[in-house]
């Protein structure tokens, strides 16, 4: 059975970044590897998801549906909330816990949900939250809380840790390398 | 080498693979990044034409010139170059053409969904559709070789869910393709009638030879398993029910999707028990079943709207429902909103301000249609808006308070024609052009406004205001959209004109690498009544913290907009403190 991560959040957030990393990384230690993002409108800061899935065996659907995430990799609180269906019930939900407000709630149309996160550890649910906005700031750039975020995931899924940071050279800018293994690292180390 | 990749690099690495000499396409979701991987290849020619039309006559060109070429498109682009297609299905081909063409289940990013298969069949053209990204590259790859051996363009289906799924593929070599030396073969290049009349019996023809193809070739494939239950299927469908079924079905996987083979079909079908068609959109491969005299299930279970997945197949075929936690809480939607700085905004203001009817076209500024802006009337299709307003006008009385407004890829893809409408038949319409110097919504190509080509090298620049100027409209004049009294005073005086005039609101896109962009404002809290009025612009910088205006300073690039409508001077640069 394929383990399934979602990786969601707000367009703009460098979500492709991090599911190119984590599909470069599972390639090389020979698993087969589907990721499917959706590009375009979505780019615009909405909400948006790719799923990455990958096994030993032959990976068929490049996508994940409701019930089937081992992992949600959240970027914003509420694309936690927004997403939580599609997670195993023993699945685990690992959230940075900043607080992006939708067009709807800026307007006033709409209400942002409070202790969002809080409803979901009361319904069972596993949220691992961090405030990976902050992290990736003491790694020098608020750009980088994709790679805190998947420094924790890595601590998750049991892929070593040189792997990771040889993905991590060989995909960023050489300028960038040192910054993006520091966020890495306080992800991991969290 | 085995590497990971999109199904349109995909796509591309096939067509490379296979010889191409020359790609032309317009971008559009979700086809754009095919001709962006192939313009990566120095060896071959790429560019970014016009339009689809346009893009599918060049490769028709190089095609008529003896070498393998190709274009691409979204599905409603197939439209525009429909009219092509359909004479090219007469022709037939000397170098190898292929056509490849991204459907968008589900709207992603689309005005429609529209299903291309339509237009094999009505055109009478071989089409093929891959299931994954290894399939991607070796049916690209085998596509020119058909193309050249049936005389034909081949049309080669993705859809979103392919184009943008990354999997496994091992790269091949380069097909050394010579060309085809140039012949002057006027029978079947000029299609008079006399000469039509005489292809279109070959094109009868080739369709029973693709037929008897399709009965037996690389691209279709009967996987036996149990015979309880037999599906047909292609495409990433075809992942779907493998992914619930594994072998414990009998599965047609089909990869060539126009012609369907018949003999294939019913072998299949006597094979199984209960045989069922698993296939998004329209009933394409139903219906032939139907034609042919198979029983089929097909639409009966499955819907006609939007993508599949995994768990349609297991509730549809199985009655098989997940169970899922979630919050109770409403989660409000998220849905995609103008940047921040985004030029288009400050115009969009202007407009909902002076409540003008705007119709309006595809692209970014579509988003201008949200709330709180709400400054769209209409968007239908690349061009609709400045034909649509001559209509609008003509027809209704409500002329000099209407306007239309289009970015500067799209009126070069079709607003240009529009244009010449309103000047040769004269209506009294003001369009406006959002030119933000590049084609933004599909991610940042080149187009002919923007003076680069597709590899970002200098190329010609058509200047949008002599074009204005030359086709017979006087009053063009250009703005900054940053400048909300320019805009304002511009919108009034054109929609007072009593002639057809053009507004170019010019701001580069602030997402472009060489915009240089401006430090977060502030909020002075001290100054700020919280009468809102900066909220009506609806910047995702901005909201509203205990009852005070709030500039996120991670989001804000410092356009300015917003201080020229705060009446108590609250909102201020930090150089200005």
């Given at each position: 059975m394929a383990v399934s991560v979602m990786i969601v959040g707000v367009g703009g957030q460098g979500s492709l970044l991090a599911s190119k990393l984590l599909g470069n990384i599972l390639t090389a230690e020979g698993y087969d590897v589907k990721v499917s993002e959706v590009h375009g409108m979505s780019q615009r800061g909405g909400s948006v998801v790719t799923y990455v899935k990958y096994d030993k065996e032959k990976v068929y659907s490049p996508i994940i549906t409701a019930g089937e995430a081992d992992y949600i990799i959240s970027f914003e609180k509420l694309e936690a909330a927004r997403y939580a269906s599609f997670l195993k019930s023993d699945g685990k939900i690992i959230v940075n816990t900043q607080q992006i407000d939708p067009m709807p709630v800026i307007i006033g149309a709409a209400a942002y949900p409070e202790n969002i996160l809080d409803e979901l550890t009361s319904k069972g649910v596993y949220v691992d939250g961090l405030d990976a906005l902050s992290l990736a700031e003491e790694a020098g750039s608020s750009k980088a809380v994709n790679i805190v975020l998947m420094g924790r995931l890595a601590k998750y899924l049991g892929i070593g840790y040189d792997e990771w940071t040889a993905a991590i050279e060989a995909t960023v800018k050489p300028k960038f390398v040192e910054l993006n293994k520091k966020a890495f690292d306080l992800g991991y180390n969290y | 080498m085995k590497k990971l990749m999109i199904g349109n690099e995909a796509v591309a690495r096939g067509l490379y693979e296979g010889g191409i000499n020359l790609v032309s396409s317009y971008p559009g979701t979700p086809s754009t990044e095919i001709t962006e991987f192939l313009s990566k290849y120095d060896d071959i020619y790429s560019e970014w034409a016009p339009n689809e039309k346009v893009a599918m006559e060049v490769a028709f060109g190089a095609s008529l010139a003896g070498k393998?070429?190709?274009?691409?498109?979204?599905?409603?682009?197939?439209?525009?170059?429909?009219?092509?297609?359909?004479?090219?299905?007469?022709?037939?081909?000397?170098?190898?053409?292929?056509?490849?063409?991204?459907?968008?289940?589900?709207?992603?990013?689309?005005?429609?969904?529209?299903?291309?298969?339509?237009?094999?069949?009505?055109?009478?053209?071989?089409?093929?559709?891959?299931?994954?990204?290894?399939?991607?590259?070796?049916?690209?790859?085998?596509?020119?070789?058909?193309?050249?051996?049936?005389?034909?363009?081949?049309?080669?289906?993705?859809?979103?869910?392919?184009?943008?799924?990354?999997?496994?593929?091992?790269?091949?070599?380069?097909?050394?393709?010579?060309?085809?030396?140039?012949?002057?073969?006027?029978?079947?290049?000029?299609?008079?009638?006399?000469?039509?009349?005489?292809?279109?019996?070959?094109?009868?023809?080739?369709?029973?030879?693709?037929?008897?193809?399709a009965e037996n070739c690389e691209y279709n494939r009967v996987e036996m398993g149990g015979t309880e239950l037999g599906i047909i299927t292609s495409g990433t469908c075809y992942q779907y029910v493998k992914e619930v079924f594994g072998d414990s079905?009998?599965?047609?996987?089909?990869?060539?999707?126009?012609?369907?083979?018949?003999?294939?079909?019913?072998?299949?079908?006597?094979?199984?028990?209960?045989?069922?068609?698993?296939?998004?959109?329209?009933?394409?491969?139903?219906?032939?079943?139907?034609?042919?005299?198979?029983?089929?299930?097909?639409?009966?279970?499955?819907?006609?709207?939007?993508?599949?997945?995994?768990?349609?197949?297991?509730?549809?075929?199985?009655?098989?429902?997940?169970?899922?936690?979630?919050?109770?809480?409403?989660?409000?939607?998220?849905?995609?909103?103008?940047?921040?700085?985004?030029?288009?905004?400050?115009?969009?203001?202007?407009?909902?301000?002076?409540?003008?009817?705007?119709?309006?076209?595809?692209?970014?500024?579509?988003?201008?249609?949200?709330?709180?802006?709400?400054?769209?009337?209409?968007?239908?299709?690349?061009?609709?808006?400045?034909?649509?307003?001559?209509?609008?006008?003509?027809?209704?009385?409500?002329?000099?308070?209407?306007?239309?407004?289009?970015?500067?890829?799209?009126?070069?893809?079709?607003?240009?024609?529009?244009?010449?409408?309103?000047?040769?038949?004269?209506?009294?319409?003001?369009?406006?052009?959002?030119?933000?110097s590049i084609t933004g919504m599909t991610g940042h190509q080149q187009n002919p406004t923007t003076g680069y080509n597709i590899k970002g090298d200098p190329a010609g620049k058509i200047n949008l205001e002599a074009l204005c100027r030359s086709v017979g409209i006087n009053r063009v004049r250009v703005v900054d959209p940053y400048n909300l009294e320019e805009c304002d005073k511009a919108v009034k005086e054109e929609l007072a004109a009593d002639e057809p005039s053009v507004i170019i609101s010019r701001r580069p896109c602030v997402l472009l690498k060489y915009v240089k962009t401006g430090k977060p404002l502030k909020v002075n809290s001290d100054k700020c009544k919280s009468c809102k009025r900066c909220m009506k612009l609806g910047c995702p910088s901005l909201s509203f913290k205990d009852g005070k205006a709030f500039v996120d300073p991670t989001l804000c690039v410092g356009c300015g907009v917003c201080p020229q409508l705060c009446p108590f001077g609250a909102i201020e640069s930090e150089v200005e403190e």
């Open positions: - | 393998r070429s190709a274009c691409c498109m979204k599905h409603v682009g197939l439209n525009v170059a429909a009219d092509p297609l359909f004479t090219l299905s007469y022709t037939g081909v000397t170098g190898g053409l292929v056509v490849c063409v991204a459907d968008d289940p589900a709207m992603h990013s689309s005005q429609n969904e529209q299903d291309s298969r339509h237009y094999a069949i009505a055109s009478k053209v071989p089409m093929l559709e891959p299931a994954d990204s290894a399939e991607a590259l070796a049916f690209a790859k085998s596509a020119f070789a058909l193309s050249e051996q049936f005389d034909t363009p081949v049309l080669f289906r993705m859809c979103t869910r392919m184009a943008h799924s990354q999997s496994i593929v091992e790269t091949g070599d380069r097909e050394d393709f010579e060309g085809i030396a140039y012949e002057k073969k006027p029978w079947k290049y000029i299609m008079t009638p006399g000469n039509a009349i005489k292809r279109h019996p070959y094109v009868e023809e080739r369709t029973k030879k693709l037929t008897e193809l079905v009998s599965i047609l996987k089909l990869g060539m999707i126009n012609p369907l083979p018949v003999n294939l079909i019913k072998d299949f079908a006597a094979k199984v028990d209960r045989l069922v068609i698993v296939e998004e959109l329209d009933p394409i491969i139903e219906t032939h079943c139907n034609n042919i005299g198979v029983k089929a299930e097909g639409k009966s279970l499955f819907s006609n709207l939007g993508e599949f997945s995994q768990q349609t197949v297991r509730e549809v075929l199985l009655g098989e429902k997940p169970e899922t936690v979630s919050a109770d809480s409403p989660v409000p939607v998220r849905p995609p909103v103008m940047c921040s700085g985004c030029p288009h905004r400050g115009m969009f203001y202007t407009l909902a301000k002076n409540k003008v009817t705007v119709l309006g076209d595809i692209g970014c500024y579509t988003l201008g249609s949200a709330p709180p802006l709400d400054a769209l009337d209409s968007t239908l299709c690349m061009g609709a808006s400045v034909s649509g307003i001559h209509g609008f006008n003509k027809a209704s009385d409500n002329c000099g308070h209407t306007v239309c407004v289009i970015g500067d890829s799209t009126f070069m893809h079709s607003g240009v024609t529009g244009l010449i409408n309103i000047a040769y038949n004269m209506s009294n319409s003001t369009v406006i052009v959002l030119d933000n």
